[in-house]
């Protein structure tokens, strides 16, 4: 059994890295969005030719993105939300109500200030975590039963 | 053609009551979350039993209104989702995540300044209005053909 | 909003009437299996002909329930599962997970002795309650938002 | 061709190992839930930490092993289901729904003398058999047309 | 409760006649393909424009009921296929399979010397019936709990 | 039986008056998109601000068209698309294919010169017509076996 | 790309091979049902016990071979069905109807006697062969352009 | 991850080659319909015998490439739709509204001429370019977040 894991959510941390080198001996697939930001802000643009106004060069952008992230979450068994310490972060949680929409197994992972402002989001999951660590343990143990 | 709308999002402002006195006389049903705070926080321990944990508190109350927002959204032709100035909202765009993967037209209300941090969201829509009366206006042109 | 609500499970107690007694102002259309459990048992063979073998006799009959359940499962907004202090109950734990994969929004009713042997079952719920009447008062507070 | 085959139930008796060994020259490949009785009753609480509240200890740990049980049932093409002489085994009767909703092909496993109180589950089936060694006899006349 | 049946098959006696009938007190809306033969015959070159070829005069014929067919099999809870004694009819074996791989409710009525060639139909249905009586006395058991 | 039609395609004759006309008689409920063009073409700007680029000019209107086309099309039993002398229509084509994917019943409706460039969505639909009052007759005879 | 084809129905002549033999240099994989009628008629009855009855000797073959005919079916990208000149073969027109409902592409497979008798089924197909060299011919035009 | 892409549209020039060359270092794998002209347009008489009336010589053909076209987009994660600057290419449109209902990310391919005649079939899509180039450096982005 090889699961396939999408990665969604906050960028600005090194999370991924932190998951992805502590699965490293598991049979797992993971997936994610582009993750450097400019890249991110301007891919639209950048190939698709310049738009004067700032919102259409964000909506060139976004639908961009959106072929990979569509692919990865629609691809994935599961899919883990990050919720950082700052910025808005609703493609985030738009990501958690379209997975969720799609009956993929959700793990959301966030601090504990955020508690009560994701309980909509949590309560979609089937676990909530605070350390990308936990993430690793759970993948772990879907996969063999194991316990830390 | 009756169309049924779902309106998501923020609660501390009379914009659903805008939308539905603007749409009274066109044939559309409205529907949407439970809008009192206090009891949308609390309904889960009020009607389950007390939890000495926030979190299952939060959790229990969640999962409640899940059941309306589940059948509202479901049931829909249209799903507007409304951003406010303050707070996370993270609910408001995990709506908006989950309505699109359901193939639900999206139509996100939001003011200028949260444009960017929105592009995501707003990629998904059918259409990205700042007030309203723009959304009656929508609501009146797909039933009727008519235009402001 | 008009709320479907399938009732499943148990048919020793009059927990249906309690139910549907209590939601008698509220919008909901109740609909459930036949509770008459001879009927039940002996409908295949009645209509259709007598069985040498019991285990014919039985499939007969359950297939024939089917077309009732499926039908009201599938026609549900919510199903309410209801597990009674005796018998295996397989069935109701059968519609549940029925329930569960089609995506009917879930309550599980039963008493706390219950509650390990069910955790799976439960933890496919959006509620877990004891009493009747605190079903009930979940419906009313989906209509309306109204807490008891 | 491969059939998929995912193995849900009874987990105090070597059945899984009677059915993988006897089609070890097969072209099969089973998955199935955790089947350690304590790390399946505690991963939950092992991983994402203690709850004071037995019901929520059991809550995190039963969404977690839905993690690796929704994936094992929605990627199998059957789904054996085994139902032992002792406990209530509702999990295993929601697997058999949950597995019936999805259209899988379904298996059922058990002694007579829980027939009667299974004819709603059996009713779902495509097979019920009593020994593991039919089970496997099955698998290989689905693959090859090879009769015992 | 009102049950949708379909009345699929066989247009050389008055089965569906005895069925609709019989239901005349309960709470079932009927449909069914259109029973004169020369018109559903020649449908599609009455209306379209007449065609040399006599394959292409039954295809466009069979596309024109095809809408109607569809129809009413994707409307329906129940789908009840008459197999008579004469004649091929394979149109009624395609609606059954059309019907079951929608998830309909399957009722196969016919006498029993058709019992083995039909084996694999009946496999795929909740009831097999050789009378149309009996099909009445279904759908007022499935409504209404009550037996003949 | 009422059938829901949606009328797509040319909006420059009365072919639309010609059916709903024709089928005055007939348990029918017709949609279809705004037919006044310049209405169509300008309602992304009109309501939620002028563009300073064409493209995103039509990209606005035709977003919001989309909310009406996509909920006729998804409600309809029948889609119907018509195929004038001009314009390039490819909305219509897309229409056609919309439909098609959705499993809808098509009938397209054209002149012969059209016809090889159409091969393939004449290929997808039930029924090709070359007259409005063909629709007609079809929609009669679907509903009552009635023939011209 | 990879065809997968399903080849359903009649069992009596070599026409399976013919196709398998013509199309091996092609990347297509075959499947179809267990093509020894003594196996099929007795599966069950000689896996899962005698039955007194040949209703249920025939229903529990039956519905194991249909765990093998799901399988084939819903994987399948095409499914070929041919009719013979002798016996009802309701089963293969069930096949074709099952198919035709998952969206399969179908080619029927008939000689011209047999035209008006299938023509339902044959308006479902998107190709109607006499001779299992023309499904050859078409698989090796499907995946290379090639006519013979 | 591998993307699958179907190139739909224009046959007349090497835009097809151009985006498989320009991608050969990408993990992509490409489909797309016959673009033999001649042997797209007769392939249906020449492998099932020819036909009389030009119409179902057509039909023949069409249905025939239909078996191709629907499992390249079926399969696909990413249609791209090539509009040229000749004929109706109603095909093209027909394939981008299939793609569009199946929920596919769709990159659509024209000349500035076709802007306005092209919104509706645009405002599905996620991506709107000029040169194949472009969708080249879009394959490429998706994959490795790499821009020109």
Redesign the interface.
């Known amino acids: 059994?090889t699961?396939r894991v999408y990665l969604s959510g906050e960028i600005h941390t090194d999370w991924r890295e932190q998951i992805t080198n502590g699965a490293s001996g598991l049979d797992v697939s993971f997936?994610g969005p582009?993750?450097?930001h400019a890249?991110?802000d301007?891919?639209?643009v950048?190939?698709?030719g310049a738009?004067?106004?700032?919102?259409?060069h964000?909506?060139?952008?976004?639908?961009?993105?959106?072929?990979?992230?569509?692919?990865?979450i629609s691809?994935a068994?599961?899919v883990v939300v990050r919720?950082g310490e700052q910025?808005?972060?609703?493609?985030?949680?738009?990501?958690?109500?379209?997975?969720?929409?799609?009956?993929k197994?959700l793990?959301i992972l966030h601090g504990p200030d955020?508690?009560?402002?994701?309980?909509?989001?949590?309560?979609?999951?089937?676990?909530?975590?605070q350390e990308p660590a936990?993430v690793v343990?759970?993948l772990r143990?879907?996969l063999s039963?194991?316990?830390?």
């Not at 738009?51 to 259409?56: C, L, P, Y």
């Not at 964000?58 to 990865?72: C, E, L, P, S, Y």
């Not at 955020?114 to 975590?129: G, I, N, S």
Request: include cysteine; proline fraction near 1%; glycine fraction near 8%.
């Open positions: 059994m699961l997936s582009v993750t450097d890249a991110s301007d891919c639209g950048a190939i698709l738009e004067a106004d700032k919102f259409w964000d909506r060139k952008g976004a639908q961009m993105n959106a072929i990979r992230t569509r692919k990865g691809d068994d599961i919720f910025y808005k972060q609703w493609n985030a949680a738009f990501d958690a109500g379209y997975a969720a929409a799609l009956g197994s793990i955020h508690a009560h402002a994701l309980k909509e989001v949590d309560a979609a999951a089937l676990a909530v975590a936990q343990d759970i143990y879907v039963g194991e316990l830390p």
